[in-house]
């Protein structure tokens, strides 16, 4: 099932295509900005995601998701050209009608989709960032990369920073996971009165969870810089049952301890 959602908010890093990294649109003050957005400044930052799914090629809604990934900023090791996000995420479905959490798909399982930690690594090069990852544990623990995949875009007063993936993994069973995915982050901190100015869309192509074959998910998220300023639906389940996900990891030796 972590499969599913593997790559949500990486944003480079997967089967995607390599190019030359001194043409994707980053100065120094682009890259600062991508930084400040998806990161903040040391201080935890909350992403909040929600979504549905939809099966293909009907366009049936079958299920909502929701979710956050909390990040923060490793200040001790960032520099001007090279950023450390240590984060960790996770997200529920929910009933398309009741939005009630859904822990069953006709008999099948359908647990969170949980990832304890994420190690990922920013590196201006030229006009292109790099990005290193790394999750999982033990033996299966992965090192992701390096991708070079993230093109920023001047819009007016916006910055628009997209990622498309061609996602083609094997897995366990034997088989492939293959999909598509594109991420837009936008950045209009710029902007004159908008509240949640970091914004990200999201778009997915490929299996759906619990066996309901292909499908589309397509998910919104913004950012907000207080964990009191979450929805309710999410607190309400992390506190109840997801505590470890109140705050993204406190700091690399956090992670290299869930790393064993």
């Given at each position: 099932?972590?499969?599913?959602?593997?790559?949500?908010?990486?944003?480079?890093?997967?089967?995607?295509?390599?190019?030359?990294?001194?043409?994707?649109?980053?100065?120094?003050?682009?890259?600062?900005?991508?930084?400040?957005?998806?990161?903040?400044?040391?201080?935890?930052?909350?992403?909040?995601?929600?979504?549905?799914?939809y099966?293909?090629?009907?366009?049936?809604?079958v299920?909502?998701?929701?979710?956050?990934?909390?990040?923060r900023?490793?200040?001790t090791?960032?520099?001007?050209?090279?950023?450390?996000?240590?984060?960790?995420k996770?997200?529920?479905y929910?009933?398309?009608?009741?939005?009630a959490?859904l822990?069953?798909?006709?008999?099948?399982?359908?647990?969170?989709?949980?990832?304890?930690y994420?190690?990922?690594?920013?590196?201006?090069?030229?006009?292109?960032?790099?990005?290193?990852?790394?999750?999982?544990?033990?033996a299966?623990?992965?090192r992701?990369?390096p991708?070079t995949?993230?093109?920023?875009r001047?819009?007016?007063n916006t910055v628009?920073?997209?990622?498309?993936?061609f996602?083609?993994?094997?897995?366990p069973s034997?088989v492939?996971?293959?999909?598509?995915?594109?991420?837009d982050?936008?950045?209009?901190?710029?902007?004159?009165?908008?509240k949640?100015?970091?914004?990200?869309?999201w778009?997915?192509?490929?299996?759906?969870?619990?066996?309901?074959?292909?499908?589309v998910l397509?998910?919104?998220?913004?950012?907000?810089?207080?964990?009191?300023?979450?929805?309710?639906?999410?607190?309400s389940?992390?506190?109840?049952?997801?505590?470890?996900?109140?705050?993204?990891?406190?700091?690399?030796?956090?992670?290299?301890?869930?790393?064993?």
């Open positions: 099932m972590r499969i599913f959602i593997l790559t949500l908010f990486i944003a480079s890093g997967l089967c995607a295509p390599r190019v030359d990294a001194s043409d994707r649109g980053f100065t120094s003050e682009i890259f600062k900005q991508w930084v400040d957005m998806r990161v903040g400044e040391g201080q935890p930052v909350y992403w909040y995601a929600v979504g549905i799914a099966t293909f090629p009907e366009g049936q809604p299920m909502r998701i929701e979710g956050i990934d909390a990040a900023l490793e200040t090791l960032s520099s001007d050209s090279d950023a450390h996000q240590i984060s960790r996770i997200f529920v929910r009933d398309i009608t009741t939005s959490i822990r069953e798909w006709q008999g099948k399982p359908l647990p969170p989709i949980a990832y304890p994420q190690y990922i690594t920013y590196s201006l090069r030229g006009k292109g960032v790099v990005t290193m990852v790394e999750q999982g544990a033990g299966r623990l992965q992701i990369g991708g995949d993230i093109t920023a001047q819009i007016g628009a920073f997209s990622a498309p993936l996602l083609d993994l094997p897995l034997g492939r996971m293959q999909a598509f995915e594109h991420y982050f936008f950045n209009q901190a710029a902007a004159p009165d908008i949640h100015p970091y914004q990200i869309s778009l997915r192509f490929g299996d759906l969870p619990a066996g309901l074959g292909k499908g397509h998910m919104v998220s913004w950012r907000v810089d207080q964990y009191a300023d979450l929805p309710p639906s999410i607190r389940y992390l506190e109840s049952e997801a505590r470890l996900w109140l705050e993204p990891p406190r700091d690399l030796a956090e992670i290299r301890r869930l790393q064993q």
